[in-house]
Structure formats: structure tokens, C-alpha cells
């Protein structure tokens, strides 16, 4: 694509818009009231809007390397922060995909260079699923497990946060863990039981114990 198209597609962009409606942007700049959160993977090809069917200001999204929640990434912990405490989203969601680089290059016996400490996180997702994981002799299923178990402790990570806690104890605020079928364009819901998973670390994670 030549750069220069980027320009005159936003061009195209800004007429269809005011077609439609005149105040679109004014109403744009008015402000974000985001009923979402959206955490998914920095794939080029897993947008949040489009695989969602939603519009700009309906989902306040951060993305990077197969949608991970660490605790000590500064910019993950400020968006979710930001989302949370500020503009009051209802529901968070981490997305994850199949066919994820992100999950493949960390199963590979090799040295990544700088993307090592990053990877390490799936490395460790598969280390606390290990016997289920390896059971799976069809390698191609085995990633697409590791996708959503990678998805799920994600969401437990959110779960483990102050700023999570609080929303769920203020106004019941609820964490969704899903994955996109890149083969197929299909949004899945993996219906993950959260009461069960946290169930035996409840006691070790809970800020609010008031909470249960």
C-alpha cells in the first residue's frame, strides 16, 4: 500500500461519516463513555471494532503480544486503571485468537532475544497446564488450548487486581474471556467459571475480603 492512500482514505472516511450524519465528529469530540474494555492481541489481523460490529467510543482498547495482563507492565495496568476508575466500563474483555504468533514463538526452543521476558508469561501459562496441554497429541489443538487457557489466566490476572475488586464490589463489573476463530471469523465465548477457578486462591487474592 502506498502511504500516500492512507491519506485519501481518510478523506472518503470523513465524507461517508458526515453523509450519514453532520455531527458525527462534534459528537465524537464531546467525550467516551465506553461500556467495554477490550484487551486482544497486537495481531494486524484481529481488529476490536470490526470483529465486535461496533462503533468508535464503544470500547476503550488496549492491545499487545497475545493479550497478556502482566501486573508489572506499566501500560497495561494504567489503561486498565484508566478504564476502570475513570470511565467506569462495565465489562472487561480479553481476547485472544487462534493461529496467535504471540503463543507459537513461545513454545519454541529459542532464544527471542528481547521478546524472551515477555513470552516467559505463555511459557508459564503452559507450565500450570502442563499434564492437560501435553495430553493433546495433535500439536495444532494443542496451541489452540494453549490460546485459551492463555486467555483465562489473563482474566484471572485481572481478577487479582485492586481496581477489578473494587468495580465488582461498586457496580458489579464483569471480566469475559473470549477468542476470535481467525479460520472461520467466529467469536467465541469460552464461558470461563470463574467462581471455581478462584475458588482455592480466593483467600491468597482477595483486597476486598468483604467480597466473595
Given at each position: ?49 470490526d470483529l ?27 489503561v486498565l ?132
Amino acid at each position: 500500500m502506498d502511504i500516500s492512500s492512507v491519506f485519501k482514505n481518510n478523506e472518503k472516511w470523513i465524507e461517508s461519516k458526515l453523509a450519514l450524519d453532520p455531527q458525527y465528529f462534534d459528537k465524537l469530540a464531546s467525550g467516551q463513555y465506553p461500556e467495554f474494555l477490550y484487551i486482544g492481541c497486537s495481531d494486524s489481523r484481529v481488529t476490536a471494532e470490526d470483529l465486535m460490529g461496533i462503533q468508535p467510543g464503544e470500547a476503550f482498547v488496549h492491545r499487545n503480544i497475545a493479550n497478556l495482563v502482566n501486573n508489572v507492565d506499566l501500560n497495561v495496568m494504567s489503561v486498565l486503571n484508566y478504564a476502570v476508575r475513570h470511565l467506569k466500563v462495565n465489562h472487561i474483555v480479553v481476547c485472544g485468537h487462534y493461529n496467535c504468533g504471540g503463543v507459537k514463538a513461545a513454545m519454541q526452543p529459542a532464544d527471542m532475544g528481547i521478546l524472551n521476558p515477555w513470552l516467559r508469561n505463555i511459557r508459564d501459562v503452559y507450565r500450570l497446564h502442563h499434564d492437560e496441554l501435553n495430553a493433546i497429541q495433535d500439536e495444532e489443538k494443542r496451541y489452540e488450548r494453549l490460546v485459551e487457557l492463555n486467555v483465562q489466566e489473563q482474566c484471572v490476572n485481572l481478577i487479582k487486581t485492586a481496581a477489578v475488586q473494587e468495580a465488582f464490589k461498586e457496580r458489579g463489573l464483569k471480566v469475559h474471556g473470549w477468542v476470535f476463530d481467525i479460520h472461520t471469523g467466529k467469536l467465541i465465548d469460552l464461558k470461563i467459571d470463574f467462581d471455581k477457578i478462584l475458588k482455592s486462591i480466593r483467600e491468597i487474592y482477595n483486597l476486598y475480603p468483604e467480597v466473595e
